[in-house]
């Protein structure tokens, strides 16, 4: 047997994904290990070009918790967080607003356009495309932590009928023109079903969606994923994401994914190969995943 064989029928089993797909937007939410390991941002950016080179549109929403977190240790400002949520006060948001949009969102555009690709940085102030509102918890003053009142997407179909790539921080703007921290996998969520996307991505820093005996679960319904959640086997972040995803869904999106981020090429494997690298959740079963939660 020649010795690329077995990249001739990696080709051949990717074809059918390809075709599937084609001029179809993906929503992927970048962030987790993916984001500070130098190897696999890279690995990400490649998967980013090739996506577009096929004819597919992704969009990219990325976090920056550790970069936030980073920059507001160094000036001696201490991070603080409510059932999991940064509270964000005016000299936080400060920070928030320069890391995201000024650093991590210009890294990002930096590297897939050294890679062949043409990206575009936007905050979700840009052309009115997050409309956001103060993120409530009972008996908790959260600051500028924000929540997505509604999107808007016409700056982002704007971008992918021009052949750019769209890289979205974040950060959103309240009725006073206010910046308002927001969760990025909320973001992507509510992008996804703004876009009517075809997938909705989240990029993880585990396998994806585990059963009770700790095993990975390919494939979800919506009725398994809230099983997951009500029999407490999905705990942690791991609700949220779920939630997120389940959204999406109900939403119109045809199929959302929490895959794991650390594996290299992690997106291209979950959407052009059968076996994929983590959990599909949908309205049904996904026909390249068939196995159930065990409960």
Known sequence: MHKNIEKIRTLFE????IRKFNNKTIVIKFGGHAMVDEELKKSFARDIV??????????????????????????????RFVKGIRVTDDETMDVVEMVLVGKVNKDIVGLINHYGGKAVGLGGKDGGLIKAKRF?????????????????????????????IPVIAPVGGGEEGQS??????????KIAVALKAEKLILLTDV????????????????SEARSLITKKIAVGGMIPKLQCCM????????????IDGRVEHAVLLEVFTDAGVGTAIGLKKENK????PKS
Do not use: C
């Open 14 to 17: 990717s074809l059918p994904y």
């Open 50 to 79: 090739l996506m577009k080179y096929v004819g597919i549109n992704p969009v990219i929403v990325h976090g920056g918790g550790p970069q936030i977190a980073g920059l507001l240790a160094r000036l001696g400002k201490e991070s």
């Open 136 to 164: 409530a918890i009972k008996g908790e003053e959260m600051g500028f932590t924000g929540d997505v009142e509604s999107i808007d997407p016409s700056v982002i179909r704007l971008l992918e009928v021009s052949d750019f």
């Open 180 to 189: 308002y921290n927001i969760n990025a996998d909320t973001v992507a969520g």
């Open 207 to 222: 396998q994806g969606v585990l059963d009770r005996d700790k095993e990975l679960v390919s494939s979800l319904t919506l």
């Open 247 to 258: 959204e999406a869904v109900a939403g119109g999106v045809n199929r959302a994914h929490i």
């Open 289 to 292: 995943k068939t196995e159930g």
